[in-house]
Nanobody, 120 residues
Framework: QVQLVESGGGLVQAGGSLRLSCAASGSIFSIGTMGWYRQAPGKERELVASIISGGSTNYADSVKGRFTISRDNAKNTVYLQMNSLKAEDTAVYYC???????WGGGMDYWGKGTLVTVSS
């Protein structure tokens, strides 16, 4: 069993900041890519940012320069620092991790999501 638990969502005014965290736990041998997707009402889920185990990152154009993804490999945790938030950043944010399991094999695991609401 592997679980991902997100935290840090909430309500913030436009221009404000939030920091999301996502901790993976369970039968983990190692973790590859970690990242965040988001889904706004009536829209498809989209990639926000990702980070590989070595630290290289990738961002959606809409968040470049405002969001920063990071990870703590010792804690199996990925973070998303969100600054200069806009109303269009309002969405449910989901974290994911590619987990190599103790008993073999690997797959993507997902958190249940955390709601971020930005008021204008």
């Amino acid at each position: 069993q592997v679980q991902l638990v997100e935290s840090g969502g909430g309500l913030v005014q436009a221009g404000g900041s939030l920091r999301l965290s996502c901790a993976a736990s369970g039968s983990i041998f190692s973790i590859g890519t970690m990242g965040w997707y988001r889904q706004a009402p009536g829209k498809e889920r989209e990639l926000v940012a990702s980070i590989i185990s070595g630290g290289s990152t990738n961002y959606a154009d809409s968040v470049k320069g405002r969001f920063t993804i990071s990870r703590d490999n010792a804690k199996n945790t990925v973070y998303l620092q969100m600054n200069s938030l806009k109303a269009e950043d309002t969405a449910v944010y989901y974290c994911y991790s590619y987990v190599n399991r103790v008993w073999g094999g690997g797959m993507d695991y997902w958190g249940k999501g955390t709601l971020v609401t930005v008021s204008s």
